[in-house]
Every structure is written in C-alpha cells, then in structure tokens.
C-alpha cells in the first residue's frame, strides 16, 4: 500500500538533493530524503571533493589581476564541451544558464549562505594547445574555504533546522528500485530498507533487506548520483571507438554504492538516458596507501612542469602535460593500450606543484585552520603528499637518475623503463633552461603560469634543471586511470523535468546532479571546465527543487 510521506520526494542526500530539498523547504513543502546509505553519509561525493568552484569575473579573481569574462568562459566551454548531436539540445541551454549563473548571483548566493573562498584561484584544466582548443584561458577554480565539506556545510545545516521543524524527514538505508506511475504521471517510489549500518563514511554497506516500502507524493526529485564506483557499468558504456579499450586495471575515485542504480532504474520506467558514453575520468590516479573505500584511488591535481612520461620512459607528445586536457589525454592513454604512465619531477617540483584532491587529504582548508595553511608556503613537502611519498605504492624516490629508473622498473616488471630513454628526455629539457626563451612547448606553459602572482606564489615551481641536486632527489610517479564522474545522464529541460525519449515531459519527475549529467542529460558534453561539478549540483538542485515547489503548490 502506497502512503503518502509528504508532497515532494528527493532520491539522494548528497550535495544536489540536499540543495533541492532545501529550496523545497524553504518554499514551505513537505520533503522527504531517502537514501540508500546511513546518515553517516550525508553529503555523497561533494563531502569528499576538494570544494572547487567555477566562478566568473569574481572579486577573488580580479584581486589578482585576472581579467575574465563572459564571453570569455562561453567560448572556453564551447571549444571544451565540442557538442555535436542532435541529443545536445537541452545540455547547451543548461550550459548557457549555468555559465549565466555563475558570472552573475552564484558568488552572491553562496556568500550569503555563510560560504567563503581561498584568496588563490586555482588554473584546472588549463588547455595549452591553442586559442580555439579546449581548456580554461584563465584560472577560475575557486577553492571554497573548507573544501567539499565547507560547500556541503550551509544547506546540511538548513536541512536539519527544516527537519526539527517538521517540514523535511530523512529516510536513510531506503534504497528506491522503481518509480509509481499513474496516469502516466509519477507519483512516488518503491523500494527496500536495508539493515542498519555502522560502516564508516565511503565504505561498503549491508544490502540485507529488511522490508519494503511504498512512498507517494506529488512530484519526485532524483539526485542520485552518477556510476563511477560500478567498474561494470563504465565498461559498459565506454566508448571504445573513441578511446580505444578501458584499461585492464582502474583505480575508483568514488566509494562502491556510486552505483548508478537508480539512474538505469528511471531509465527503464521511460526516462531518456543520454550521452552515457561521455565520461569524466582521470589520467593521475594513485593507490591510496590508506584506503577508506575498496580500490581507493586519489587524483593528484598536478602544476605543469612534471615530464609525463609513456610506460617505455619516452615523453608523451604535446600538448599532453600535466593539467592540459585530461579527456584528450586519457584517449592518447588509451588509444595507445598504455596500462599506466609516469611523471617525472624532484622534490622542489613536487612540493609546489603537487595537490592531492579530497577533503581528507588536506586536513589545513577542511579544518579551516590558517596557520596550517600558511605552512605551504614553507620549505617542507605538504605532510599528505610527504605521506605518499614514504607509503605510497606508486612512488619511487631515489638520488639519481639510473636508481630512479632501476626502482621504476621494480615497479612494473613486466614494463620495463629505458635508461637511455628518460636520459635523453630529462636532459633535453634541462638543456632548454639555459636561456629564458627556448623551444620546449611544455616549459612555455610553465613561464606563461608564473606570469600570475598566485601561480608563481604557491602553485607552479621556478624552472630549474631537474638534474641539479639542488632540487632534492628525483621522484617518479606511477599514475592509473581513475574512475571518476558520468558526464551524461537523464534529460531535463531548463526546469529539471525529465523527459521521455520523444522529449515529452514525464510528468511529476524531475532530475538534478550527476544523474542528470548536471543538467539537461550533459551540460559539459564531451570535457568539463573543473569546478563545474559541484556547481553543477548546485545549480541544478536549485533550479529543480523551485520548479518542483511551484508545481506543487
């Protein structure tokens, strides 16, 4: 039997269904939050996330003298985006309204939630092979002031000063498996609760099941999230006529239950799935030496100096260089049959350049604890990544360059890394740092980097020879492709309905988030501009949770 719990249901507690929500509550509906895991896991991946944010011509930029634009961020996405099918309609309307968005109230809103930003803007996903090529032309990746928690943090507190005043519940170990039609209109969700748990955040749960349920309402918000802990499911939809193979072996940047379930279970009660096979995944992944979730890998969000090298030890052709176009250079990856590739640097270069991405591993911006944050600008290697560097499976460290290569090839065996090889590249570009012009692709970047006060301050090391002692021992780093984000998702129109494969609207549905591919089934198309991912939970929790409040009125 059906009970009617409130008068909107939202599938999923993480950062888009807790904006949704919110706004849904704010507007004085009835909400109610279902999710599959424990309450220990309020906030889904955005709790994990270094807090990046997309922002355009902000204060925080021009402090810095960077001179942004919306004409600029429009032209720098549609060059990365590369939309080219008829199925693009709706994500290049999203991604008009989000770039709107961000270059006008997005600041203003979340600074007026209570959230604030690191004075440094960050340069992701910087492009390097030309004006009409994908990438940022400037930095835009504003790193909120406690990291993905920091972002979470206003409306987790909304959401619980709405819930002790009845107006939002959580349902937690509810895990919906298909959706109440009637009429043609939807008008709740069924499912099984599973037992409790007491696995810590990001770590596996029982799926014992201990009833069922069935929820009624008058309209249901999904945001559930994308399939990047479901290996299956991404080799399912990888799309090998473009990228070649998946690899053999991927570490997971997400914990196991970002499943996809909920995704191919709409899709299957008539929701139109789009652009499945454009994913988000990264080039830089590294075992974690602490796993909190199985096969735990960490994204390393590297400066542009590193030599990126193949498994053989010869340099990978540009304009594939750290932080240039991740999506381009995981099809040269892939394309290539690579099982895994290098970088090549020295401690002076890894203690400016190398950022790990998550919460957990940069303990001084989650703690918001400024002393701790000042000591980046010391002498010492940042303790998380000094961590890896002691512990980590994929590091080796050693004081020349035949050990250095000799520990690679311990590494991986049956890949062994040619001495005369990595010779030749590190002492090629070595040699071009003699005069401050030079005709190394990759070293131009670098110098163009430095001509920003905060990229020279604390992000991008001063070109120097990587053989010169002086710059501490030589380091090489094994990197693994890391599962990541789904880039397409649902389709929804500009008020986050879902639509049906005919684009017929199915009425009391809407989608936000991942499983929307953050709007419209993919607002990113084939790349994203980094930070757009929690702003596109953001945005689009907001925009679906206030069309669904007006249409429940």
Known sequence: MTTVQADVIVVGAGLAGLV???????????????????????????????????????????????????????????????????EDHWP????D????????EKRAWLHGLGMRWFPAVGWAERGGAGAGAPGNSVPRFHLTWGTGPGVLEP??????????????????????????QSGGAVTGVRGEVLEPSG????????????????????AVILTSGGIGGNHDLVRRHWPTERLGAAPAFMVSGV?????????????????NLINADRMWHYTEGLRNWNPIWENHGIRILPGPSSLWLDPSGRRLPYPHIPGGSSLDTLAHITRSGYPHTWFLLNRAVIKREFALSGSEQNPDL?????????????????????AFMDHGPD???????????????????????????????????????????????????????????????????????????????????????????????????????????????????????????????????????????????????????????????
């Not at 696995?199 to 008058?218: D, K, P």
């Open 199 to 218: 696995a810590a955040r990001g770590e596996r749960s029982s799926r014992v099941v201990t009833g069922e349920f069935e929820f009624g309402a008058q």
């Open 155 to 180: 409306f987790e507190r909304r959401a619980r000063e709405y819930a002790r005043t009845g107006r939002l519940s959580f349902a937690f170990r509810h895990r919906v498996t298909g959706l109440i």
């Open 395 to 553: 590091f080796v460290v050693r004081g020349t360059l035949p050990d250095l290569v000799a520990g690679m090839t311990a590494l991986t065996p049956d890949h062994p890394v040619d001495l005369a090889a990595v010779q030749a590249e590190v002492e090629g570009r070595d040699l071009q740092l003699r005069n401050p012009a030079g005709k190394d692709p990759q070293l131009a970047i670098v110098r163009g980097a430095r001509a920003f006060l905060q990229e020279r301050l604390i992000r991008v090391a001063k070109p120097a020879p990587f053989l010169d002692p002086a710059g501490g021992p030589l380091i090489a780093v094994k990197l693994n492709v890391l599962t990541r984000k789904s880039l397409g998702g649902l389709e929804t129109d500009l008020h986050g309905r879902v639509l049906r494969a005919g684009g017929e609207v199915m009425p009391g549905l809407y989608a936000a988030g991942e499983v929307a591919g953050f709007g419209g089934g993919g607002y990113h198309g084939y790349r994203a501009l980094e930070g757009t991912f929690l702003g596109g939970c953001l945005f689009s929790g907001r925009v679906a949770g206030r069309a669904a409040a007006e249409a429940t009125r």
């Open 92 to 95: 290049r309307q999203w991604a």
């Open 366 to 386: 989650t703690g918001r604890d400024l002393r701790l944050t000042l000591r980046r600008a010391g002498k010492a290697v940042q303790a998380p990544v000094q």
């Open 20 to 86: 949704a929500a919110t706004e849904l509550a704010g507007a004085g509906r009835r909400v109610l939050v279902l999710d599959q895991e424990g309450e220990q896991n309020l906030g889904g991946q955005a709790f994990w996330s270094l807090g990046g944010l997309f922002l355009i011509d902000s204060p925080e930029q021009r402090r810095l003298g960077i001179r942004d634009s919306l004409d600029l961020a429009w032209r720098d996405w549609q060059t990365t985006a590369g939309f080219d099918r008829p």
């Open 97 to 104: 309204a989000y770039l709107q968005f961000a270059a006008g």
């Open 255 to 271: 914990p196991a239950h970002v499943d996809g379930f909920m995704q191919q279970a709409a899709h299957a009660a008539g929701a």
